[in-house]
């Protein structure tokens, strides 16, 4: 259907911004090249707006183009300041390469590196040994400060305070680009469009230094149709990782897509080929549900597999069209002396995460959004007690859709 890579991710939706674009799309027509994109190890798991390059990368591989994940082991020791109002808390070396490695389990759930295909590399590798006055004569004398500060990272940074080790990012997310030019011939680099400048720094630094051809592509920073930040919820971010973020709550995330993005997500984050999607793009209303559980079902199988996908939506399937209550339900296990006395209600809420705070719980009892086993609870002092138990356990509710199920040790 696409003559190339370049014209499916333009159909999805992935391309914001391009440098030579006429040039890239013959490049990309015509040869295999590699590309890469670059993960930051500040935290041990990527989170739902990561999936936007992730899946960059898988359809680069399915047009047979290398992907090269870079783990920035090394410029996560400095911090880029893009889109931050204040400097990123510093990591020891030990912390960033635990994070580096779980990264790197759950980049591999869309990238196949067997055999060559692709490539996961830490920049520490080539960043940690870099002599400072060698760089500055050979790298940094490429550099304009001026063209520097006028770059949209840097300018929002000013206005908080910008200090002399982030501004050195650019200059070394442009060398990462440089290193992979000369070794791996790595001719694109992807990001979100945020890094714009920096990765626009990489390849006039390839032009000057190497006289080589190298191009950039930003994707959109995505938000909700509502205005929300991708991936951000009332509780907190939405993780890959299934201690984080549970695969049936992954899996609830999606459900509960607004309306007006359902299409747009399901070009970017499934492989669903477009005519399929412009058979759901006819549903309206109600109807709209279905594409909304085959977009949460492909999303999650993509990051946690076949498996627990099945097991989430027959989770939500049971709760919400039979009232049952089966496996997948995000659960936490209590003493069961706990129980003795009484546990509040809006204390056990909090200690699950259905709620940020005891205080919270018993607001939403007030608005009438709290049940236990189905009944909703309308005294702010209620406690349950080992009785409430149903099955071996006791199934919480906030609002009209976030379940928790508490089993009693």
Not at 193 to 210: H, Y
Request: proline residues 3%; contains cysteine.
């Amino acid at each position: 259907m696409f003559a190339s890579v370049y014209d499916e991710l333009q159909a999805r939706g992935f391309v914001e911004q391009v440098s030579d674009e006429e040039e890239l799309k013959t490049l990309l027509k015509n040869e295999k090249i590699s590309c890469y994109i670059g993960f930051d190890p500040t935290a041990d798991s990527l989170h739902v707006g990561s999936l936007v390059p992730l899946m960059a990368l898988h359809h680069m591989q399915r047009y047979g183009h290398r992907p090269i994940a870079i783990l920035g082991g090394g410029t996560a020791m400095v911090g880029d300041p893009s889109g931050k109002t204040e400097m990123r808390k510093m990591l020891t070396r030990e912390q960033i390469e635990a994070n580096a490695e779980k990264i790197k389990q759950q980049i591999a759930r869309f990238i196949d590196f067997q055999e060559g295909l692709a490539l996961v590399l830490d920049n520490a590798e080539w960043l940690l040994d870099l002599k400072y006055i060698d760089f500055l004569r050979d790298i940094g004398r490429h550099f304009s400060v001026n063209r520097m500060l006028a770059a949209e990272a840097y300018k929002i940074r000013l206005e908080t305070g910008l200090s002399f080790l982030e501004f050195n990012y650019q200059l070394l997310q442009a060398y990462d680009y440089l290193i992979l030019y000369r070794h791996y011939d790595c001719r694109l680099q992807m990001g979100g469009n945020d890094q714009w400048g920096n990765i626009l720094a990489g390849t006039e630094l390839i032009r000057r230094v190497e006289g080589g051809d190298a191009y950039a592509l930003t994707f959109p920073l995505l938000t909700t149709a509502s205005g929300q930040k991708m991936g951000k919820t009332a509780e907190g971010a939405v993780w890959l990782d299934p201690q984080k973020t549970s695969p049936y709550d992954f899996y609830q995330y999606w459900v509960n897509t607004d309306d007006r993005d359902v299409i747009r997500f399901m070009k970017l984050f499934t492989v669903l080929p477009l005519d399929v999607i412009a058979e759901y793009e006819k549903l309206q209303g109600e109807a709209l549900r279905e594409a909304k559980r085959k977009l949460a079902y492909e999303v999650t199988k993509f990051v946690h597999g076949p498996e627990e996908a099945e097991r989430a939506a027959e989770a939500a399937r049971a709760l919400f069209e039979k009232g049952e209550v089966v496996e997948g339900v995000p659960e936490t296990e209590i003493p069961a002396s706990e129980f003795e006395q009484g546990f509040p209600v809006a204390t056990l809420f909090a200690r699950v995460g259905l709620t940020k705070s005891s205080s919270e719980a018993r607001r939403l009892i007030k608005q009438g959004g709290v049940y236990v086993n189905g009944e909703r609870i309308r005294d702010e002092q209620a406690v349950l007690t080992r009785e409430h138990m149903q099955d071996g356990a006791i199934l919480l509710r906030a609002g009209k859709k976030r379940y928790h199920r508490v089993r009693l040790v």
